[in-house]
């Protein structure tokens, strides 16, 4: 079955860098619609950038100028650049996969429902 496992979490303070990634199992990158979502302490899960399958990318609007999704079709790893980091972007951050090649989003974030494999999840904090 697939398998997504995320790493590159971390503590950082604010205005400090991270890099996430994420390795899949048993999926091909260049097939599909790849996602990073974020979810907060008391809070919904939500959007934060997502990449097609021919490499448009789409973005939150919290995030646009900061954050930078990216993936190696040749290494099946998703990234997510993030810099200039704040305090509000503390959460846990999961990826994720759905089955089609171009990516829905809403106000430039992907939305949820059309993801069905997701990793466990890398915690970021911002302080």
């Known amino acids: 079955h697939v398998q997504l496992v995320e790493s590159g979490g971390g503590s950082v303070q604010t205005g400090g860098s991270l890099a996430l990634s994420c390795v899949a199992a048993?999926?091909?990158?260049?097939?599909?619609?790849m996602g990073w979502f974020r979810q907060a302490p008391g809070k919904e899960r939500e959007g934060v950038a997502a990449?097609?399958?021919?490499?448009?990318?789409a973005y939150a609007d919290s995030v646009k100028g900061r954050f930078t999704i990216s993936k190696d079709n040749a290494e099946n790893t998703l990234y997510l650049q993030m810099d200039s980091l704040k305090p509000e972007d503390t959460a846990k951050y999961y990826c994720a996969a759905a089955p089609m090649r171009i990516c829905r989003a809403e106000s430039g974030r992907p939305v949820s429902t059309d993801f069905d494999y997701w990793g466990q999840g890398t915690q970021v904090t911002v302080s």
């Open positions: 990449i097609d399958s021919d490499g448009t990318t």
């Open positions: 048993k999926l091909t990158y260049s097939s599909n619609c």
